[in-house]
């Protein structure tokens, strides 16, 4: 079993442009959760995906979208790139939406805005 | 809001002395509480977690027990090893995870 992957691991991007990051999910899980981790800090939510749909979003403005795909990968796309996007984006994945649940965790990406 | 508050690090102990890492929470309905752990070069993964008032969480030595008077949902181990140098996160779950900032535990031989 090859756990939650995520691609690229690094990434240099500049001012305005634009980012997509992927995840493929643990086998099995189906709910994929999006967090943006800043140096020194606690990840923060940004969305979650269940059925192809986002279920629930954190405070994040509307250049992070996502989209999740019928073999629950997904992907986190970022519009506009500021500076303060630089961190690392990691991908969560569940067995539905519970709360229970455990979340396993992909390595992440770390995203440089220059 | 679901908020998570989580003592500052870092901390630094000596092998075999006890480790303590206090963790609080603010939350408008009845989450699960975990701490993840982030040990250096690797992803987060699930150290413990309790999904009810006064349940107890162990693995690895580590324990937390869940207090709904408190608000809290505090770490410890007994007796802790080098490899136990990580960066330690409490988390809520009230379907999504929301993370204290994290303490930097580190053990010296």
């Known amino acids: 079993d090859a756990g939650v992957t995520q691609s690229p691991t690094h990434l240099i991007k500049t001012r305005g442009q634009q980012v997509t990051l992927r995840c493929s999910p643990k086998s099995g899980h189906d709910t994929v959760s999006w967090y943006q981790q800043a140096l020194g800090q606690g990840p923060q939510f940004i969305f979650q995906y269940y059925e192809e749909e986002e279920r629930q979003r954190g405070n994040f403005p509307d250049r992070f979208s996502g989209h999740q795909f019928p073999n629950y990968s997904s992907e986190l796309n970022v519009n506009a790139l500021l500076l303060g996007d630089s961190a690392l984006y990691l991908c969560?994945?569940?067995?539905?939406?519970?709360?229970?649940?455990?979340?396993?965790f992909g390595q992440g990406t770390r995203l440089t805005v220059v | 809001g679901n908020s998570v508050t989580q003592m500052e690090g870092p901390v630094t102990l000596s092998e075999e002395a006890f480790l303590t890492i206090n963790c609080t929470y603010t939350?408008?309905?009845?989450?699960?509480l975990f701490w993840y752990v982030q040990y250096p070069g690797e992803g987060l993964q699930l150290l413990l977690k309790a999904t009810k008032a006064d349940d107890k969480g162990s693995n690895k030595g580590f324990e937390a027990t869940y207090r709904k008077e408190t608000t809290s949902f505090h770490l410890e181990k007994g007796s802790v090893q080098v490899s136990d140098s990580a960066v330690y996160f409490c988390?809520?779950?009230?379907?999504?995870?929301?993370f204290g900032a994290g303490t930097t535990v580190t053990v010296r031989a």
């Open positions: 969560a994945s569940t067995i539905n939406r519970g709360k229970n649940t455990e979340a396993f």
């Open positions: 988390a809520l779950n009230d379907y999504k995870l929301s």
């Open positions: 939350a408008t309905g009845y989450p699960s």
